[in-house]
């Protein structure tokens, strides 16, 4: 009996025993390390970054030189100045005056005659035209420079004075902006300057190709 009770009370404790060290595993089990927390915190030494000041100057007002050919009164140089307006980064309004001097027409050469005066021949034009930079992007120069430059479209209207008279004229042209400071441009342009004009006879349509390059500067 004695003995029966002595096991009993020995399995009761072993039972205990194995219950209390599960418990003890429990709570005094070691927690993860957190994922915040470091073994080791190196020191990192920061260095002062200086941002690079940014113009944010929208006009550029500038001059212009090239070549323009006028339909049946041949090609000859043109000068001009520009005024551009920066609406947006990629939007702006852009405004030319330019001035050339014809030479004679076909038909003058081919009969021999002058039909203009000399003051007829001078063309002074005045447009406005809304300008988009359709591919902006960036030309290198060696590891350490890089330019800005833009790829953009202009479509307007003006007034064209030719021949002693003024002629409504739609413009349209592609040009090439290259900004080799925050504050100068270099810009090369083609457009066409077409209007009505019955100087022969007969209205019909003309198309004037104009060629420049010219400098402009931001203000």
């Not at 595993?25 to 390390?33: N, R, S």
């Not at 990629?90 to 001035?99: E, I």
């Not at 300057?193 to 390059?213: G, M, S």
Request: net charge negative.
């Amino acid at each position: 009996m004695d003995c029966g009770r002595r096991q009993f009370f020995l399995g009761q404790f072993i039972v205990t025993l194995a219950i209390c060290m599960v418990f003890i595993t429990q709570t005094c089990a070691v927690e993860p390390m957190k994922a915040e927390e470091q073994v080791f915190k190196p020191e990192v030494q920061r260095k002062d970054v200086r941002i690079a000041g940014i113009d944010s100057e929208t006009f550029e007002i500038g001059y212009y030189t090239g070549t323009m050919s006028v339909e049946d009164f041949g090609a000859n140089s043109v000068q001009g100045i520009l005024l551009a307006f920066h609406l947006t980064e990629d939007v702006f309004l852009m405004s030319t005056m330019g001035k050339t001097t014809t030479s004679k027409s076909s038909q003058e050469e081919y009969s021999g005659s002058d039909i203009f005066t000399q003051s007829d021949r001078d063309l002074t034009y005045y447009n406005i035209m809304l300008g988009y930079n359709l591919l902006p992007g960036e030309v290198f120069w060696g590891n350490d420079m890089a330019f800005n430059t833009d790829l953009y479209l202009t479509v307007g209207s003006g007034i064209t004075e030719f021949g002693g008279d003024e002629h409504s004229t739609f413009v349209y042209g592609v040009g090439y902006r290259f900004i080799g400071a925050d504050w100068l441009s270099v810009h090369i342009d083609m457009r066409n300057h077409t209007f009505q004009h019955d100087y022969f006879a007969r209205e019909r349509k003309v198309n004037n190709l104009e060629f420049t390059i010219g400098m402009a500067i931001f203000f």
